[in-house]
């Protein structure tokens, strides 16, 4: 079973919308969790880290949920520069996990 | 230098030769990780060393791969004997912090990865 689950989509929505990811971890002990992104062909870049109680950059909000282990990340007013891939990740034992991204595409 | 650096940035190799790939961490970050993408795939953990520490090497696929960390700064992942299915982009990544088993506020820096490619 993979430490860190996520929808690979494609997910395409119109330029405004409002979209949700979620990512499934399955070790109940990580304790740090963070969502990265990914445009193509680039590294990825820390996009934002998700706290217990939720927290929010401006139209971006994270969000976790340790009793269904999951988190999740929601995207308001969708720009064509949010197309990208967005990776969850959270803290192992003692390194890093990813998910296998969710490809998020806004469409004019 | 202001980020991780990788080099080189793209190595084309035939079945059977070793390859080295290097990566130059963000100075003074202590905690140095290994992944790998495939094509369309997410990121793959492979080893990971923070500071002098024994590395955490449970995310190597096969003994044909091996890293190291000389003098806890540029790291080298080596690739024995390459097959196809090694062809990947190789990234590396720096922090400051580094997991443990405390939680922390880790931030990874990537570099702009090694494009593997065996024929």
């Known amino acids: 079973r993979k430490e860190v689950e996520q929808d690979p989509g494609p997910f395409n929505v119109p330029e405004g919308a409002t979209v949700a990811f979620n990512c499934t971890y399955s070790?109940?002990?990580?304790?740090?969790f963070f969502w990265y992104r990914q445009d193509c062909r680039k590294e990825p870049k820390l996009l934002m880290s998700v706290y217990s109680s939720g927290n929010e950059d401006g139209r971006f909000t994270a969000q976790l949920n340790r009793a269904s282990q999951y988190i999740s990340l929601l995207i308001r007013d969708s720009k064509l520069s949010d197309s990208a891939t967005y990776l969850c990740?959270?803290?192992?034992?003692?390194?890093?996990?990813f998910g296998t991204g969710t490809r998020l595409t806004v469409i004019p | 230098g202001a980020g991780v650096s990788q080099s080189p940035s793209n190595k084309v190799t035939e079945k059977g030769k070793d390859v080295e790939l290097r990566c130059d961490p963000i100075?003074?970050?202590?905690?140095l990780y290994w992944y790998r993408q495939s094509l369309g795939q997410g990121l793959e953990f492979l080893i990971y060393?923070?500071?002098?520490?024994?590395?955490?090497k449970s995310g190597l696929p096969s003994d044909r791969f091996s890293a190291e960390r000389t003098g806890g700064s540029v790291s080298t992942l080596t690739i024995q004997r390459t097959q196809q299915e090694d062809s990947a982009v190789y990234l590396c990544?720096?922090?400051?912090?580094?997991?443990?088993?405390?939680?922390?506020?880790?931030?990874?820096?990537f570099g702009s990865g090694t494009q593997l490619s065996v024929l």
């Open positions: 990544a720096s922090s400051s912090t580094g997991t443990g088993r405390i939680a922390t506020n880790e931030k990874l820096f």
């Open positions: 100075s003074g970050h202590t905690a």
């Open positions: 060393f923070q500071g002098n520490s024994a590395p955490d």
């Open positions: 990740a959270e803290t192992g034992a003692n390194n890093l996990f």
């Open positions: 070790n109940s002990a990580s304790q740090s």
